[in-house]
């Protein structure tokens, strides 16, 4: 690594709180090499939403860190040494080879585009809202009278980083809603210490404008994970 910080693809020192995110999320940031394999007991221990996620990964264009539970870090160093072999390579290495692992676009900002507020917050238990807001803990709303038309989650993965979710009803759509509400609630993330986080599929080119004007910018970095997640028990 040419940085300690990891550098981003334009030579600037990424931003403190993404390294810290990291280094928490994963269990090691940055990579050593060009795949670090973390064994962090964290990935057999409940997320943010109470599931277990035994793989997370990040890549930069520099290196790339997978976190898996320790018990199984051997075996996938021993599977992979690239990250482009890891959706193939991780289901067996994992001792899961029904699941099945997926490669996301991740985005993060500490600068989000100053764009006009366009919701307000309220708890996840307010009247009319859509199922997929209930687990968060703060959502950021967009009313049209009485009726929902945008919203956005907040996956509070640690104190560095927080997530992002966004959904706009269909009849809605179009309006640039989703990346307001993106950037508001990105100003109220980094207000707060941490830096905002943005995932989405590669192929959803709608999402990846939203980032983008919300002050999401594509750094080339990438997210890993397997589907379905771990069964925490009782």
Known sequence: MADVMGPRR?????????????????GQWP???RLTVAGDP????????GVVRDVLGVASPDGAVVSVP???????????????????????AMGRPEAGAFVGTFRWTTTPTDLPDAGVWVP?????LPEWLTPFGEVLVVFDGARYAAGVGLKQHNRYGVELAVGTDPD??????AARLCA????????GGAAAIYLHDPANVASGRTGAAA???????????MTPPVDPGP
């Open 70 to 92: 320790p018990d199984r870090a051997d075996a996938v160093r021993a599977a992979a040494d690239l990250w482009s072999h890891l959706p193939r390579v991780l289901p067996d």
């Open 42 to 49: 964290a990935r057999t221990r409940p997320a943010w939403d």
């Open 124 to 128: 996840p238990s307010e009247p009319g």
């Open 10 to 26: 334009d030579g600037a020192a990424l931003d403190r709180r993404l390294v810290a995110f990291l280094r928490e999320w994963l």
């Open 215 to 225: 002050g999401f910018p594509d750094e080339g970095w990438q997210v890993l994970g």
């Open 31 to 33: 990579p050593t090499e």
């Open 172 to 177: 809605y759509r179009g309006r640039g809603l």
């Open 184 to 191: 508001q609630a990105a100003r109220h993330i980094v207000a």
